[in-house]
């Protein structure tokens, strides 16, 4: 196993020079850059020649091939340049916004894991009866509305009309109890529940189904007739066969909900890699695009190889040589 992870980690490095080499050309082929705007102010004069100077001194005259090459070489010196827009190093936004982002993203998951399954083993057990007709037909209304959808319905109910929960930000300012374990909480829940219920809608529906083809087997039927109750055959035995294919989706769910989280953190205002990305992509700063694009890529890559570990953990069958 240890092999096959090593190795797992090796091929990881050509897929994301790809990636970014991808993302490099089609970033530079947008109109405009991070220093056009200068043009617009009033206060500046020969805005041009101040363009010039400021393209040369980030690099931006060069050759596309040289400019790739300086980014690769600072890359591996641990340096991600420094942002356009915030006249920060890249690292620094990075250490402030990523965290924020996976608090959200494991949270959602979370949320994901501990009702998805359960629900869609308990639909089940009780197949065509009025739990899981009434729970299936929520599942698909939840999964059938998009994520950005249920944050606006989210925000009118508990924010607006009940005025339980805040809507934007993750602390509530200049109050005393800012910052507080409770505080934070309370602006989490938003937008982790939008973020996570069209995925618990898909988890249970997928959960059924694979509970469903597992139940009717013949070493269903013998654990039940040795007594054993209902719950301990279901969440012992059949689900621990049902639960490979959930568990190949949450390897593709890692890097999803980190992309997902890119529309639900602007829509919340929460500050993390999706509003930096946005904000990046919008003024063209070109530093923070490829370091934003460098982690998401990463975790989808880091995702799919916890999901190989996660199957082989699963079923003994499976060995990687």
Partial sequence: MATYIIRRLLGLIPTLIVITII???????????AFLALTQNPHIKD?????????????????LWQQYVNWVMNLLHGNLGSSYQYQEPVSRLIGFSLPNTLTLAITAEIIVLLIGIPMGVLQASRVNKGFDVS???????????????????????????LNILPSFGTVT??????????????????????????????????????TLQVIVQDFVRTARSKGLRDGRVLFRHVLRNAIIPIITQFGFDIGGLFSGAVLIEEIFTWPGMG??????NLNRDYPVILATTLIFAIT???????????LAVADPRIRYN
């Avoid at 993302?23 to 947008?30: G, N, P, R, S």
């Avoid at 950005?148 to 924010?159: D, M, T």
């Avoid at 529940?193 to 694979?210: E, I, K």
């Fill in 23 to 33: 993302v490099f050309i089609l970033m530079h082929l947008m109109p405009g850059n």
């Fill in 47 to 63: 805005a041009s020649v101040v363009i010039q100077r400021k393209e040369a001194a980030a690099g931006l005259n060069l050759p």
């Fill in 135 to 161: 729970t299936s037909f929520i599942a698909v209304l939840l999964y059938s509305i998009p994520g950005f959808v249920f944050a606006l319905f989210l925000i009118y109910i508990f924010s607006f009309t």
């Fill in 173 to 210: 300012p200049a109050v005393p109890w800012s910052g507080d374990l409770g505080d934070r909480i309370s602006h989490l829940i938003l937008p982790a529940l939008a973020l996570s219920l069209p995925s618990v809608a898909f988890y249970s529906r997928l959960t059924r189904g694979n």
């Fill in 275 to 280: 509003e930096l990305t946005v904000s990046a």
């Fill in 300 to 310: 989808v890559l880091i995702g799919n190889l916890i999901a190989d570990i996660l």
